[in-house]
């Protein structure tokens, strides 16, 4: 059984996994977190696999050793589907990944056509294709890669403008292929592959109509460690959740309000 203090490591390359931080709130509000963004490695998405799997599994296994936590979840897309087996190999507390929420997404789309925007790395994943064979047998699942999204929604959270050019361009990617297609159904469900792209929800329903759903995997995850938790006690905290970035600290310049609204303590280096 795992210490009362011992915290739940969330991690992520950068902000996206604040989005995943947020769902675990609602079911956890109790559980001590640290919060882990690599800044100096963001984005991953444009790595190699080779890259993304040494990077992840290195960090997480330094993170793991200097925080105890009782459990460690990839809040990202990216690093899950390229290095959850290996994290889960030198780890030894549970790990929750983040996969593309493919299945929910084949259960509610009733044009047959759903949209998936992810990061490059992910978005050839064979754990997507997977995915795809697994539960959208039958329906168009329509990949983009959005990368430009991924720095769209680190600006955002530092109060910074989102260019509208970067999501009608994902909305147009979008509607020509599924325009193109054999099928002629229009996109109606838009699977948000990538943790960062929920803190876009907004500007995505403006470009792509308040019709199309946007599933995510947050909940999902957030409810998987909340029963993966079970039973388990939860110290109170001495201090407000911890947020550690990796590189210089002035990568985190400009968080402030988006961490304290949430309650974390000011960033640190790790
Ligand atoms: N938040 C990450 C994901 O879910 C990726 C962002 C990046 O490219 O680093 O895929």
Known sequence: MAEPSAPVLLFDSGVG?????????????DAPVIYAADLAGLPYGTKTEAQIAARVAGLLGRLAERWQPRLACIACNTASTIALGMVRDVLEIPVVGTVPAIKPAAALTETGTIGLVGTEATIRQAYVDDLETQFAQGKRLLRVAAPGLVQAAEAKLRGKPVDPALIADVHDRLTAMAGSGAGDGSIDTLVLACTHFPLLAE???????????QVDGADGIARRIAHLLEGQSFAP???????????????????????????FGAAEAF
């Open 203 to 213: 500007e995505l329903a403006a470009a792509f109509g308040t019709g199309v759903r």
């Open 237 to 263: 905290s001495p201090g407000p959740d911890r947020f550690v970035v990796t590189g210089p600290l002035a990568g985190a310049a400009g968080l402030e309000g988006a961490l304290a609204q949430r309650g």
């Open 17 to 29: 996994g604040l989005t995943v931080y947020d769902a675990l709130r609602k079911v956890l509000p």
